[in-house]
Structure formats: structure tokens, C-alpha cells
């Protein structure tokens, strides 16, 4: 499929509030945010200097299928009272926005990554490679590159502002940040939207190997969802078919994009490079196949 490349937006009829690694957000009244996934692509909490064409929208249709599909295990951040149109009647504006966008409700966003792990791959791999442990918690000790875990954990970590790198911290140093009564709730609900999604891209053929979410509370305190939900780009998506503990599996997430530069001469900090055509057209590729499995 052809998609034409969306690096930034330019929307004037609405204030811009944030211009995050890949999200353009704009205020929509006091209320409302519109959140436009753009196709810019980020690795290691740099943005590179091409974007993909397309990857915005694909990221949305696929967190927009996850809402869904959880929307009986928790609150989340969508808002039914608008619709792009109402907001940006301006056809060349609007434009920028279909298809890649969400209206969603105002949130005071609590300042941590809620990272469900079910597989020991990535930073968990590390930093269990040198305690035996991932975030403080205590795991067997014959455990081996991408093995599955004997039940998912909870990891949360610090979040990034643009150019900075993500902190795992430990579930004690969370609940200084956030108290104990909310800590407990985003673990438990951050668990239970892991596994309901884990079965469900099993049985299509796609291992959840970790993911993260983000929780806000609203006006009144709840707790609710927002942000991407279970996409290439929060989570790990692997080839269950030709999954195998003790090697790194083939994915269908952004970690394709993060093994080329890998490869590169780069000390992984601002311009990234360029990324290749090929690199750039196995990554959507990677995409949409997740899109078309998960949404099947």
C-alpha cells in the first residue's frame, strides 16, 4: 500500500501544546486534545532524520483496535462528544489529521512507563545478565535470551522528554512517585491488559513479548488509559511460528529499525542517521503485518 509521508503538521487553528518523538498534539478547547501520530521514526529516543510514510496511520488503526478490544477492562482516553470535523474545518487541515489522529479527553498523566514484561529480551536481558534480577524483582537463575518468563512482571520506568532515554526503576521507587494505592492499580490493570492482549495475538500467531502503556486520571481521579496502546512502537511483536528461546526472534516491531542501527558507527544521540530505503520498506512491511494479524 502507498501512503504519503506526514513529518510534521502544520495546523494554525488550534494551539500545538507538544511535539513529542512521533505525536503533534494540539489543545481542543479545555478539555480536548487531538493527538496526530505522525510518520516520524525514533530508536533509542532519537528521531531520525526520514520518516516513513504511513507508519502513523497503521499505529493508529492498531491502538484504536486495542481500545476496543480492552474497553470492558478500564476507562481510556477516547472522547465520542467531537469529530474531526467539528475540529479542524479546514479540508487542508483536517487532511494532515485523517486517519492518523485521536480526540481524546484531557488527562493529568502520571509520570511513569507501565512496562508489563512476559519474555526476558532487551534492557530486562541486561540488567538480569548482571543481578539475576529485572527491576528488583528476583527471577530464576537458568533463564535464557528471550525465554518466557514464568509469569508476566511489572516494570515501570521513567518517561523520556525528546532526546533523553527512558530510567527502569523499581516498583518501590513508584510508589514514591505516584503512592501506593495508584502504583497498585496501574500494575494490576497494566497486568491484566497484557494478558488479554497476550492470548489474543497468540492465537494469530504473534508473541506479546513485553509492552508499555501510559495511565492518566481524570478530574474526578480515575484512572484511565490514553496515550498508544499495543502498538509496533510500545511493544515487542514476535514471529510465534518461528519463535526459539536462546536466540533474538523475528519481529514485527520497531526493533528491525533498532538492529540496523546497531550495525552502524553511531553513538546513539542526536542526528540520527538516515535510515535506508530497504530499512525503511521491511519496517512498514513488519507493520502491517502485525496490523493484519492482530486485527484479523
Same mark, same amino acid.
Given at each position: 500500500?502507498?501512503?504519503?509521508? *506526514?513529518?510534521?503538521?502544520?495546523?494554525?487553528?488550534?494551539?500545538?501544546?507538544?511535539?513529542?518523538?512521533?505525536?503533534?498534539? #494540539?489543545?481542543?478547547?479545555?478539555?480536548?486534545?487531538?493527538?496526530?501520530?505522525?510518520?516520524?521514526?525514533?530508536?533509542?529516543? &532519537?528521531?531520525?532524520?526520514?520518516?516513513?510514510?504511513?507508519?502513523?496511520?497503521? @499505529?493508529?488503526?492498531?491502538? @484504536?483496535?486495542?481500545?476496543?478490544?480492552?474497553? =470492558?477492562?478500564?476507562? /481510556?482516553?477516547?472522547?465520542?462528544?467531537?469529530?474531526? !470535523?467539528?475540529? @479542524?474545518?479546514?479540508? $487542508?487541515?483536517?487532511?494532515?489529521?485523517?486517519?492518523?489522529? +485521536?480526540?481524546?479527553?484531557?488527562? =493529568?498523566?502520571?509520570?511513569?512507563?507501565? &512496562? &508489563?514484561?512476559?519474555?526476558?529480551? %532487551?534492557? %530486562?536481558?541486561?540488567?538480569?545478565?548482571?543481578? %539475576?534480577?529485572?527491576?528488583?524483582?528476583?527471577?530464576?537463575?537458568?533463564?535464557?535470551?528471550?525465554? $518466557?518468563?514464568?509469569?508476566?512482571?511489572?516494570?515501570?520506568?521513567?518517561?523520556?522528554?525528546? %532526546? =533523553?532515554? =527512558?530510567?527502569?526503576?523499581?516498583?518501590? !521507587? +513508584? !510508589?514514591?512517585?505516584?503512592?501506593?494505592?495508584?502504583?497498585?492499580?496501574?500494575? !494490576?490493570?497494566?497486568?491484566?491488559?497484557? /494478558?488479554?492482549?497476550?492470548?489474543?495475538?497468540?492465537?494469530?500467531? *504473534?508473541?506479546?513479548?513485553?509492552?508499555?502503556?501510559?495511565?492518566?486520571?481524570?478530574? /474526578?481521579?480515575?484512572?484511565?488509559?490514553?496515550?498508544?496502546?499495543?502498538?509496533?512502537?510500545?511493544?515487542?511483536?514476535?514471529?510465534?511460528?518461528? #519463535? $526459539?528461546?536462546?536466540?533474538?526472534?523475528?519481529?514485527?516491531?520497531? $526493533?528491525?529499525?533498532?538492529?540496523?542501527?546497531?550495525?552502524?558507527?553511531?553513538?546513539?544521540?542526536?542526528?540520527?542517521?538516515?535510515?535506508?530505503?530497504?530499512?525503511?520498506?521491511?519496517?512498514?512491511?513488519?507493520?502491517?503485518?502485525?496490523? /493484519?494479524?492482530?486485527?484479523?
Amino acid at each position: 500500500m502507498s501512503y504519503s509521508a *506526514i513529518t510534521e503538521t502544520t495546523i494554525t487553528s488550534l494551539p500545538q501544546v507538544h511535539r513529542g518523538k512521533v505525536r503533534d498534539i #494540539y489543545a481542543v478547547g479545555d478539555n480536548h486534545l487531538l493527538l496526530i501520530a505522525t510518520d516520524r521514526v525514533s530508536a533509542f529516543d &532519537v528521531v531520525m532524520p526520514k520518516p516513513l510514510p504511513g507508519k502513523g496511520i497503521l @499505529l493508529t488503526k492498531i491502538a @484504536l483496535f486495542w481500545f476496543d478490544f480492552i474497553g =470492558d477492562l478500564m476507562p /481510556n482516553h477516547l472522547s465520542d462528544e467531537l469529530t474531526l !470535523q467539528d475540529i @479542524l474545518p479546514d479540508a $487542508q487541515e483536517r487532511a494532515q489529521a485523517e486517519n492518523r489522529s +485521536m480526540i481524546v479527553k484531557r488527562l =493529568d498523566g502520571l509520570p511513569i512507563e507501565a &512496562v &508489563v514484561r512476559g519474555y526476558l529480551i %532487551g534492557s %530486562g536481558w541486561l540488567d538480569y545478565q548482571r543481578s %539475576g534480577s529485572v527491576c528488583g524483582i528476583e527471577l530464576p537463575t537458568d533463564l535464557t535470551l528471550a525465554q $518466557q518468563l514464568p509469569e508476566p512482571i511489572f516494570t515501570p520506568a521513567t518517561k523520556a522528554d525528546v %532526546g =533523553d532515554h =527512558d530510567e527502569n526503576i523499581s516498583f518501590a !521507587q +513508584m !510508589q514514591s512517585v505516584v503512592g501506593n494505592e495508584q502504583a497498585d492499580a496501574v500494575r !494490576q490493570a497494566s497486568i491484566e491488559i497484557y /494478558n488479554r492482549a497476550a492470548e489474543h495475538a497468540r492465537q494469530r500467531g *504473534i508473541i506479546i513479548a513485553d509492552t508499555k502503556f501510559e495511565f492518566g486520571t481524570d478530574a /474526578n481521579g480515575t484512572l484511565t488509559l490514553m496515550d498508544e496502546v499495543l502498538t509496533p512502537d510500545s511493544s515487542r511483536f514476535w514471529n510465534a511460528a518461528s #519463535y $526459539q528461546a536462546g536466540s533474538s526472534p523475528e519481529s514485527y516491531d520497531k $526493533q528491525f529499525v533498532r538492529d540496523y542501527l546497531e550495525t552502524l558507527d553511531w553513538n546513539k544521540t542526536a542526528p540520527g542517521p538516515d535510515l535506508p530505503e530497504d530499512i525503511m520498506q521491511k519496517t512498514l512491511a513488519r507493520y502491517e503485518t502485525a496490523y /493484519n494479524k492482530l486485527t484479523s
